[in-house]
Structures are given as C-alpha cells and as structure tokens.
C-alpha cells in the first residue's frame, strides 16, 4: 500500500467519522461516548496523515523514518489509549488521581500536538505554545501584575490533556463536529464542477464591465474562502485561474497577485459561515449565532465595496476594459448550475427557520447538492465515484490540519488560563491602553495581525478571543464588535507584512515580488483596516441600533470609503489632482468617524452626508461630462 492511498483511507474514515458524529449515530446505536473520545480519534487519524505526509526532512528519508516513526507510532498509540480509558482518565483527573502512566500520556499528546502544528502550520504557532507552557510553569516568578499561580505539573498536565477547555477546549470541539462538516460541503462542491460554475456566473454578471476580470477574481474568491476556512487555500486554489486572467486583461503582477489575497482574505469575514469562525465566535461570545451572522454582514459589505471600487477606478484610470461574454449569460448560467446554488439556500433555511445544528445544516445541504446532482446534472455530466472521492481527499487534507492547529490553539489558551497569566494580561492590556479607547484598539490592533501569523480562520479567532477580546469587552465594547474586531484584524495579518502569507502565495503565482505584494495587498485592502475601528465606535454598523441608525451609518461609511478609495487611485470621474484630492480625503474621513462624533448632534451629521452625496453626484453628473466632452473633442 502506498502512502498515498494509506492518507486517503485514513482521511476517509476521519471524515466519516465526523459526518457519524455530527448525525448523532453513536447515540442511535447505544454507544454513549464522550466527545473527548471523538475527539481524540481524530487526532490519531490526522497525526498519521500528518506524519506522512509532511516528513521531518524531506531530503533525508532516512534521518526523517527514523525520527517519524516513533513519534507518529508513540503519538497515535497514545491518543488511542485515551480514546480507549478516556473515562477512567478524567475520574483521576477530577480527583486527582494522577498515575505516571497517565502523566506520561499527557505528555506525549501535548508533544505530538505541538510537533505536528509545527509541520503543518509552521514555526510560529509552535514556539507561541511552548512558550504559553514556559509561562504556566513559571508564572509564579513573572513581574509585577503579570504574577500568576504556582505551577503544579500533574494538575497541569491531566489538566490539559484530558479535561474540557485546553487541548479539548472550544476550538477543537467546534472543528471536530461543526469545521469538517462546512469543509466537506465546499469539497463535494469543487469536485463537481463548482468552482466553474461560480467563476462562470461571475463572469456573465460583471465580465464585460471595466476591470471585470478582477471583479469576477474577488466574486469567485469571495464565494469559496467564505467556506474554505484558510485564505491562503483559497488563494491557491482559485488564484491560479483568476490571476492570469487579470494580467491578461493588463493588471499588474503585484495588483493582481495583491487582489486575490484581498478577496480571499475577506471571504473569511463573509455570513453566515466565516470561515466557520462564526459558529466558534457564537460558543466563545456566548451570544446567539443569528445575533454574531446579523452583525457580520454590514462590515462584510463595506469590505467587499472598498475593493469593487479599487478594482473600477484602476481599470478607469489605466483604461482596463471589460471582456465580451459571447452568449454567457446569468440566466444561462443558473440554469444549468443551479444545483450549486442549491445548498446555500438548505443551509440558510436550515440554520434560520429551522433553528439546526450547524453541522447538521452542513451535512443536509450537502446531502441535498449530491441528490440534486445525481437527477439532474450539472451539463450533463453526474457525479462519480471519483468525484466523491476526490472530495473526501480534499475535505481529510484541509481537516488534519485545523484538527492539529485548534488543539494547540487550546493548549495556548489553557496554560495561559491555569497559570492566572491570561486575566493578568487582560487588565495590562487595559491598562496599557489607559482606559483611553482608541489608544486601547490601536494597540490590541498590532497585537491582532502580530499574533495572526496566517494561521486559518479558526486558529486565529481561537486565539485572539481570548487574549484580546476579553480586555475589550471589559472596557464597555460591544461584546460582538469586540469579537469582530479581532477577528478582522487577526485575518489582516494574512496580506500584512512581513508575514502576509496569503500575499505571498498569490506572488508566487503572479511572478511579483513578496513584499512588493504584500504592501500592495495592504494599500488595496485599506479599508479592512478601518473597518473594525468605525464598527467598534458606531455599532449601528453590527445592527445594533435603529433603521434609520443604521441606514445612516452604513451611508456614511460607504461614501466614506469611496471618496478614500478614489483618492488613493488617484481617479474619479477623472485624474484627481491638487485641492480637488485633498479636500475629498479630509471629506471621506469625516465621513467614516461615527455620526454621534459629530460636534452639533445630529444636523451636522446630516450635512456631512448631504455633501458626500453632493460630491459623487457633482463627479458623475459634472466631472464625467466634461471629461467625455474633452476626449470626443479632436
């Protein structure tokens, strides 16, 4: 047996483990498990995928056999045995009760964890881990407010190993039964064809519009890393179709590398999944998950508006065109693709009107896209047992590695919690920030795209929740803006850099310099940086205010963005230039400060936005006119 086919079949029967699980079949059947038993399995079936298919040294096979095999045999025989005894583990626990069996147990779990993270996610993730269990260990010797409890070593490591909120805290529960549910959705969904027909539909909405090449790279981006779960897959996976596509249509490397990342980036951000970040977002805010999608789709579209209009005003200002679509069209499109639309209108019926699980509502509209599929064809052609294999490949590839990197999420989450560490960096965090609001999201802001280090939507809200969101909360924030903010901030560490990871990815398929693009990732997602901050000081922005509050609220931050995005183009109507420039900056950023900001109440936020909107209608009725006027003159 090769190792290929051992990773399939191993991945095979992890996925449908999760599916069983997610159905509740153990139960149906009389087996009353534990989910630590669950979730351990799966841990053993990623970590001999993992340990196959990311060797030690991949030039020296014999070094890294030597070096894998003990580690991957000691490691999944250990998180077997607790599968096995989990039961019996957790009564010493709670008792206290420690056998050096059982310590070395731990231990040998919390060593495969870490090495694997490091294989997979690479080396930041795994120092970050070490060092939380460094800080646990001698938190009692920390300085000043940081002094934290004494270490005990067999509380700790029963503790981590085998009881609900460290290696079997939120993040790896939320991944084993919610995560690989939406992943298996979006395989099934791009091994039959999908992706195409997304990137088709794209086309025929906006194709021959300027710049419509680009417009249908970040629609087709934004479509799949909404259900991907790790920007930089996404890049890689739709990036190597639309990148040459906007080149071709005359975008630079760095612009259309820098685009991609943007748009994959922000289909973490998108309702109602989020990369499934939006389920973790529900049980670690402990607020309602209809309350956490409401309050992600105003920010979502204001994201998704800033980068539009980048996209059109450079195809104006370099004179981009659109392409013709010979005989493509929406309606033609939809007709023969609408068993992909299909499953995201079970799943937001189920997850709304139905009030399911959402791994349920996953495997439902799943299930609803292959019944579909099977009847009725997508062009004619049905799945096959090829197909449904490929994505169960797909969906065990992208599992194993937010399986490893959740559990590690909750090993840093832990040692931080049982060492008293983490409440004491909260309040220095708070009193970094000097109870001085913006000074507090500025700095909790740096932390977010450090800590980010391109790790996938779950690892990264995993993690800067706990860390970052508490302070925030306990300072007044709303407790969904507060949530939002990190996680916004935490993706931008995506195209930010020096790290920037989904950047780079799309620069090497671009043939553009990293940083280059990375920088230009940042400049064209300018206002994803922005974003976080104005929903932070206007919550009208996350719905949380009247109609005519929030209407006001999302007119102010869309003309906002505009006159900003327009005058880093350098191009509206026509080339802005001189007064003309600066004044609409000073406008669009007036315009993005909250309307109860506004000195005088009210009536002069109401003339702020009468004068936007007085601005754009004098560029499209007057400017454009002229500038027609000026180029059909000889």
């Known amino acids: ?111 495969l964890l870490i090495e694997g993270v490091r294989r997979t996610a690479g080396l930041a993730l795994a120092i970050i881990a070490l060092a939380a269990i460094l800080i646990a260990v001698f938190a009692q010797y920390l300085p000043g407010v940081l002094t934290g409890r004494p270490f005990r070593p067999e509380a700790f490591l029963y503790s981590m190993a085998f009881q609900d909120g460290n290696i079997l805290g939120a993040p790896l529960s939320i991944v084993g039964t919610v995560v690989i549910a939406f992943v298996l959705m979006g395989s099934v969904l791009q091994a039959a064809g999908g992706g195409d027909f997304f990137s088709n ?30 920007a930089v897959s996404n890049v890689v996976s739709t990036g ?64 998704y508006v800033g980068l539009f209009l980048q996209i059109d005003l450079i195809a104006a200002r370099d004179g981009i065109r659109g392409e013709r679509n010979e005989g493509q069209t929406v309606r033609g499109e939809l007709r023969h693709g609408w068993v992909f639309v299909l499953p995201f209108v079970v799943l937001i019926y189920g997850l709304f009107a139905l009030v399911w699980r959402p791994e349920y509502a996953a495997l439902a509209s799943t299930a609803a896209m292959i019944v579909a599929l099977m009847i009725f064809g997508h062009h004619g052609k049905r799945p096959t047992i090829k197909t449904f294999s490929e994505a169960m490949a797909g969906t065990a590839d992208a599992s194993v590695s937010i399986i490893f990197i959740a559990a590690v999420a909750g090993i840093v989450i832990g040692a931080l919690n049982s060492s008293g560490v983490l409440f004491n960096i909260s309040e220095a965090i708070v009193d970094i920030g000097g109870r001085n609001l913006p000074l507090l999201l500025l700095l909790s802001a740096m932390i977010c795209i450090v800590l980010g280090m391109g790790m996938p ?23 969904i803006a507060a949530h939002l903010f990190v996680l916004y901030l935490g993706m931008m560490s995506m195209m930010t850099p020096p790290v920037a990871i989904a950047a780079f990815a799309a620069a090497a398929i671009a043939g553009s310099g ?11 997602g300018w206002s994803a940086y922005v974003i976080p901050f104005v929903f932070v000081l206007d919550p009208a922005l996350i719905m949380n205010g009247t109609p005519l509050e929030i209407l006001e609220a ?46 005088g109440g009210t009536i002069p936020a109401l003339m702020l936005l009468a004068l936007g909107s007085a601005v754009i209608a004098y560029e499209f009725i007057v400017v454009r006119k002229a500038e027609t006027q000026r180029r059909i003159q000889p």
């Not at 080149?247 to 989020?274: I, R, W």
């Open 514 to 524: 990293p940083m280059r693009t990375g920088f230009k990732a940042m400049r064209l």
């Open 201 to 230: 539909l794209a086309g025929a909405m906006m194709g021959s519009s300027r710049g419509g090449s680009a417009k249908i790279a970040v629609t087709a981006s934004g479509f799949f890393g909404a259900i991907s779960g790790s």
């Open 1 to 111: 047996m090769t190792r290929a086919t051992l990773v399939r079949i191993l991945g095979t029967v992890m996925v449908a483990a999760a599916v069983l699980w997610a159905l509740n079949v153990p139960r149906m059947l009389g087996f009353n498990l534990y989910k630590g038993q669950f979730l351990y399995f799966l841990v053993a079936l990623s970590a001999v995928v993992i340990f196959i298919r990311e060797p030690f040294h991949r030039a020296r096979p014999r070094l890294s056999m030597a070096i894998d095999i003990p580690l991957c045999g000691l490691g999944t025989l250990a998180a077997l045995y607790t599968v096995v005894r989990f039961p019996q583990l957790l009564d010493d626990a709670s008792f206290r009760d420690y056998s050096s069996f059982g310590l070395m147990i731990a231990v040998i779990l919390i060593v």
């Open 457 to 479: 939507t779950v690892g990264v809200y995993a993690l800067l929740s706990t860390l970052i969101a508490v302070p925030l909360v306990d300072v007044g924030i709303d407790k």
């Open 554 to 599: 999302l007119l102010r931050a869309s003309l906002g963005i505009w006159l900003i995005t327009a005058v880093i183009v350098g191009y509206f109507s026509a080339r802005l230039q001189g007064a003309r420039r600066i004044g609409y900056a000073l406008l669009g950023m007036v315009l993005l400060v909250p309307g109860h900001y506004v000195p």
């Open 240 to 303: 190597m179709i639309t990148i040459p596509l906007m080149k071709k249509a005359g975008y630079k490397n760095d612009t259309a590398a820098g685009l991609e990342a943007v748009a994959s980036t922000g289909g973490q951000l998108v309702p109602p999944v989020m990369g499934a970040a939006a389920f973790l977002m529900a049980v670690v805010a402990e607020v309602e998950y209809s309350a956490v999608v409401l309050a992600s789709v105003i920010p979502a579209v204001l994201y």
